[in-house]
Each structure stands twice: as C-alpha cells, then as structure tokens.
C-alpha cells in the first residue's frame, strides 16, 4: 500500500484574513468553493455541513493547507492550542529569510510565542500565534548543504 499526505485541514473564524495571512507568506491559493449536501455530511460526519473552503500551496507544490470557514453547523469557538496539548500542534514552514517571515507575519498582528531560537546552529526557528489562534512553526535553516 502506498500513502501520500494530501493536505492539512483548518477550520477558521474568518477564511479571508486566514487566506491573507498565508499567501502573504508565500503560498498560493489553489481554488475556492463552498461545499455542502449529502456528501459532505456523510465524509465529515455533521449534519447540514455548510463550509466556505480554500485550498492553498507551498512554493514548492508539495505542501497544502485546506482552509474552512463553517456556515453551518455554527463554529465553536475554543481556546487556542497550547504547544503542550494533545492533537493537532502546528504547522510548519520553512522559510529562506525568519525575520522577513515575521516582518509579513507582524503585519498580521501575529507574533512569536515567546522568541527567536536557534536550535543547535542547524535552525533558526519560533512559533507565532496566526489567525484563529493557529499555531504556526517558522524556520530559516541556517547551514545549507
């Protein structure tokens, strides 16, 4: 059996700033659409599932974000994740220039957890706070092979 990941999901408050926020880093959106009916029900397991979605694209072609934004049932609104939870952590990027990253990241209003780390001179990296409380991994490598 082969497996390939195909994307990762989010749901968000607002997927128009969420969109923002991530091609603002680099990605694109690959396509848009609003999805809803029997078939939808049945593969996520909500009754009237009513969701405005986007999928989008790392640079490279290999990642992908799939973005979501509820029209019904109503979003639930938690607290953000903390790094420490179980289930879903962050997502990761790697990035050519971190303080470029988190001048477009700021822009945003988003902003390091608590700093810039360097992880045994290999990495440059931090985790910001994006959009509905998404926790989001940058890292600049620092030695190139």
């Not at 209003?109 to 700093?115: D, E, N, T, V, Y």
Request: aromatic letters at 6%; proline letters at 4%.
């Amino acid at each position: 059996m082969s497996i390939k990941l195909e994307n990762v999901a989010i749901a968000v408050r607002d997927l128009e700033a969420t969109i923002a926020f991530f091609t603002d880093l680099g990605l694109t959106v690959l396509g848009r659409d609003t999805v809803s009916g029997e078939w939808t029900d049945t593969a996520v397991g909500l009754d009237g599932n009513h969701a405005r979605i986007a999928m989008l694209q790392t640079p490279d072609g290999h990642g992908r974000l799939e973005l979501f934004e509820y029209l019904h049932p109503e979003a639930i609104e938690t607290e953000p994740t903390r790094p420490n939870e179980i289930g879903m952590h962050r997502v990761a990027f790697s990035v050519d220039d971190l303080d470029e990253a988190l001048e477009v990241a700021a822009r945003h209003g988003c902003h390091p957890l608590r700093g810039v780390a360097t992880y045994e001179d290999v990495y440059k990296l931090t985790y910001v706070r994006g959009p509905s409380g998404i926790i989001v991994m940058l890292a600049q490598e620092l030695q190139r092979s």
